[in-house]
């Protein structure tokens, strides 16, 4: 089978958060060529119902394999806790069976056990994140003897995008749920920062923990999980092209991303547009 001239490997998020995935994992694999892609004109997909976040993902998806991509990462966590098993199971086989998508929450709850002393762990994330009891039931997976608590924090979100989380009111909020979940168990030892935005405060939520409560943040490990990943399966990463390159793209204007992207990706973005059909 001959190799595609350009396979890069898609990244997708409902907006920006999923930069700081996309952050680390070009830091442990810098080869590889990349093509993000933000649903920034339909963002936030945290509080929406299941049905409609699985057909923004599909759709979102389909356009990655378009553009070439063969393996898509699903770097946002409502995607992935709502959208990512249908799509693995109903509708790789008929689309493209030789293709792959990958989500962010397995890597952080295949060894959040590995942190905890106490056996009991907290999970802070959106609305939609936490509703779904997706890291519930992964965690089970793993790690069944750990007692799972979650807090959902929905102010957290808009806060970082309108970089605003550097203010005594962002103080205020973030102490708010970080206490909430400790209340639930004093006894948590380790917490998952259930989404991609989150590492952006992860020094403001140290503020309110003891020091010997263990963070653990995604974007590495999910770095870590997509290097394994490609050891394991030399069929899919012989399909990934390896230039070295970065593409992005938004749903919304480019200007408006760019501008926000940076905050999250760590260095200057130039994102193109890509048109979706809005009508249903």
Known sequence: MSVPEHSPIGVFDSGFGG???LKEIVKELPQYDYLYLGDNA????????YE??????LECVKQLFD????????????????????????DLPKLASNK???????PTTEIIGNYSSTKQVGVLGTAGTVSSGSYIVEIEKFFPELKVFQEACPMWVPLIENNEFDNKGAEYF?????????????????????CTHYPLIENKIK???????????????VAKGLKEYLNRHPEMEKNCSKNGSLTFFTTDMPEAFDKNASLFFGKEVKAKHLALDFRH
């Open 67 to 90: 553009k070439g991509c063969h393996l898509v990462i699903l770097a946002c966590n409502t995607a992935s806790a709502k959208a990512l098993r249908t799509i693995q199971q109903k």
């Open 19 to 21: 930069l700081t995935v």
């Open 174 to 194: 973030i102490k708010k749920h970080v206490e909430a979940l400790m209340k639930q168990s004093p006894k948590i030892d380790a917490i998952i920062l259930g």
């Open 52 to 57: 409609t976040v699985y057909e923004y993902t």
């Open 42 to 49: 339909r963002a936030p997909y945290g509080s929406r119902s």
């Open 207 to 221: 503020k309110f923990l003891s020091p010997d409560v263990k963070l653990l943040s995604q974007g590495n490990l």
């Open 100 to 106: 792959r998508v990958l989500g962010v929450i397995r």
